[in-house]
C-alpha cells in the first residue's frame, strides 16, 4: 500500500460503512458485554485490527519519510491500546469456549467434582471479558473536555407539603458527597453553608479538588427525591410518607477559566455569616454576596474570617457559573439528539429517588436500584459503584450514538 494512499483516521471514523445500529437496538447495549457483542462492533474492531497491524508494519519498513513517520506514531500510539485489549478479550473468548466443550464432556461422564472447578473458571473468565470491555471502550471513548476538572458542588433544599425532610435530606447528601470525596482522596473546601433552623440545611456549596473529580460527579447534578417518614414533629406522629426534593449542581472549574467580569457589572453585598465557622460568625459582616447584574446569576461565600477572602472566592465561583452556561450551550448542541439526559441538560430533572421505607435507591436515567440507603449515603463503595454503572451506562450510550451518527452521515454522503 502507497503511502500516498494512506491517512491517519480518527478511531471511530474508521469502520463507517461496517455500522448497522439502530435506535431499536440501544435498548440491548446498555452494558459493554452486549455492545461488544454486536456484529457491527466486531467488524468495526477487527478494522481497527488490521489497521494496526498495517500501520506497524509501515513503521518498521524503514521506507517511509519523517513526516509520514511522525504521523504513523500518533496514529500507532492510538490504536495500540485498542488493539492490545481487543485481542486479550478475543483471546479469553477462546479459553471460554474451550472451557465450555470441557464442561460438556465432563457433564456427559458425570465427573462433578472437576465440572465445578471447570464452572468456576468459566465464571471468573467471562468478569475478566466484562472488565476488558468497559477498558475497552474506555480507550474507544474521546476524552471529555472538562473530565479532570476540579469542580463547584451545590445543593440547595426543595420544598415539601409536610415536616423538614428536605432541609434535612439536604445536609445527609451534601455529608455524602464531604465523604466521598475523602473516599477518593479528593480535597472538600466548603464555599458557602447555610443552615435551617431545625438541624438541617437550606444551602451549601463547596470546591472537590483531585483527580477527574467532574468525570465521577458530573452525573449527580440534578433533582433528587427522597420518600421517607419525618422522624420529628407532627409529621413523625401521623406515621405518613412525605415526599421532598434537593437540588444538586456541579460546576466544573478548569484551573484556567478566562471568563471576564467586569466590575460595573456586580451588586457586592456584604453581611454577617449564618453558618459554622468559628467566633466571627454573627458578629462582623465577613460574608459576601455577589450578583452578575446581566445575568442575574448570584453567589455568596461565607467561610473564611476575611471579608477579601470570600470576595475572590465568591468571584471565583461566579466564573465557574458562567463558564457553566458556555459549556451547556456547547453541549446541548452536540448532543441536541441524546436519548439519555446525563450530564449539564439534566440539572432541573427529577435523576433519582431514595426511598427510606423500601430502603431503595432507584436512577431513573438508567433503571437501575440499590438497596441499603445507609450505604449509598455513606458517601463509599456502593456510591462509587453507582457513579461507575452511571459513567459505564453513558459512555456506552455515547459510543453507539456516536457510530449511528457515522452511519447516518455516509448514508447522507452517499
Known amino acids: ?64 519519510s519523517d513526516f509520514e513517520e511522525r504521523s504513523l506514531k500518533r496514529r500507532h500510539a492510538d490504536l495500540s491500546p485498542v488493539a492490545a485489549v481487543f485481542q486479550e478479550i478475543k483471546e479469553a473468548e477462546r479459553e471460554v469456549q474451550e472451557l465450555e466443550a470441557m464442561c460438556k464432556d465432563l457433564e456427559s461422564r458425570d465427573e ?14 467471562d468478569k475478566k471479558i466484562n472488565t476488558l470491555c468497559k477498558k475497552l471502550f474506555q480507550s474507544l471513548m474521546p476524552k471529555q473536555k472538562y473530565d479532570g476538572s476540579h469542580v463547584i458542588l451545590e445543593v440547595t433544599a426543595g420544598r ?25 482522596s479528593w480535597t472538600f473546601d466548603i464555599l458557602n453553608y447555610t443552615p435551617a433552623e431545625i438541624g438541617g440545611l437550606h444551602h451549601a456549596a463547596a470546591q472537590i479538588s483531585g483527580d477527574d473529580v467532574y468525570r465521577h460527579l458530573k452525573y449527580e ?11 420529628t414533629g407532627l409529621s413523625s406522629r401521623m406515621q405518613r410518607i412525605h415526599t421532598g426534593t434537593m437540588s444538586v449542581i456541579v460546576l466544573p472549574q478548569p484551573e484556567e477559566v478566562d ?48 471579608q477579601q477572602m470570600n ?28 436519548k ?46 453507582l457513579i461507575n454503572r452511571l459513567l459505564e451506562f453513558a459512555e456506552v450510550e455515547a459510543l453507539t450514538e456516536y457510530l449511528e451518527n457515522l452511519q447516518s452521515l455516509e448514508k447522507g454522503g452517499s
Open 160 to 184: 415539601t407539603t409536610g415536616g423538614d425532610i428536605c432541609q434535612q435530606f439536604t445536609k445527609e447528601m451534601f455529608e455524602m458527597y464531604q465523604n466521598y470525596a475523602d473516599y477518593k
Open 112 to 125: 462433578k467434582h472437576l465440572l465445578e472447578l471447570a464452572l468456576e473458571e468459566k465464571e471468573t473468565l
Open 311 to 338: 470576595k475572590e472566592i465568591a468571584l471565583r465561583t461566579l466564573r465557574a457559573k458562567l463558564y457553566q452556561q458556555i459549556i451547556e450551550k456547547q453541549v446541548s448542541q452536540e448532543q441536541s439528539a441524546r
Open 340 to 385: 439519555l439526559q446525563l450530564g449539564t441538560r439534566a440539572q432541573s430533572e427529577r435523576i433519582r429517588t431514595y426511598n427510606f421505607t423500601q430502603d431503595r435507591v432507584t436512577d431513573h436515567r438508567i433503571a437501575y436500584d440499590a438497596r441499603n440507603i445507609k450505604e449509598i449515603l455513606s458517601g463509599k463503595e456502593a456510591l462509587d459503584k
Open 1 to 64: 500500500m502507497g503511502m500516498h494512499n494512506w491517512r491517519p483516521k480518527s478511531l471511530l471514523d474508521t469502520a463507517r460503512l461496517t455500522l448497522t445500529f439502530s435506535s431499536r437496538l440501544r435498548k440491548k447495549h446498555q452494558d459493554s458485554h452486549g455492545l461488544w457483542k454486536h456484529e457491527a462492533m466486531q467488524k468495526y474492531l477487527e478494522t481497527l485490527s488490521k489497521e494496526y497491524q498495517r500501520v506497524c508494519h509501515l513503521l518498521n519498513s524503514g521506507s517511509i
Open 221 to 231: 447534578g440534578g433533582t433528587h427525591r427522597v420518600q421517607r417518614i419525618p422522624e
Open 259 to 306: 471568563i471576564k467580569v467586569e466590575p460595573k457589572d456586580l451588586r457586592i453585598d456584604t453581611f454577617r455569616a449564618k453558618g459554622a465557622g468559628g467566633q466571627h460568625v454573627n458578629k462582623t459582616d465577613s460574608a459576601v454576596r455577589i450578583v452578575h447584574l446581566p445575568t442575574g446569576l448570584a453567589v455568596e461565600c461565607q467561610q473564611e474570617r476575611s
